[in-house]
């Protein structure tokens, strides 16, 4: 069973980088896609950047597009998201997601973890 631990989230201002760090265990050779999405305060969960774990490639929302980068590093199984530029609007809980395959719903979160920015 995959199981996933966000770490990374913190507090910024607005310009500065963070990056999150999502832990994944229990994969297996099965094509996955690891995910990351944002709830802010008030708002439903959405979805940020994606990556196809045996493939590499990635989406994003556009919002972040030019600012955020999603990567692997299949040696520790983790992914992670490089986010730069942040804007007071990237304040959220950051969820960490995976589910087999390349399309359809992810079925695995992890716990999350908050950023927010301020200005």
């Known amino acids: 069973q995959v199981q996933l631990v966000e770490s990374g989230g913190g507090l910024a201002q607005a310009g500065d980088s963070l990056r999150l760090s999502c832990a994944a265990s229990g994969l297996t050779s099965v094509g996955y896609t690891l995910g990351w999405f944002r709830q802010a305060p008030g708002k439903e969960r959405a979805f940020v950047a994606a990556?196809?774990?045996?493939?590499?490639?990635?989406f994003y929302t556009d919002s972040v597009k030019g600012r955020f980068t999603i990567s692997i590093d299949n040696t520790k199984n983790t992914v992670y998201l490089q986010m730069n530029s942040l804007k007071p609007e990237d304040t959220a809980v950051y969820y960490c997601?995976?589910?087999?395959?390349?399309?359809?719903?992810?079925?695995?979160w992890g716990q999350g973890t908050q950023v927010t920015v301020s200005s």
């Open positions: 997601a995976a589910r087999i395959g390349y399309v359809g719903n992810y079925n695995r």
């Open positions: 990556i196809w774990w045996n493939r590499g490639n990635v």
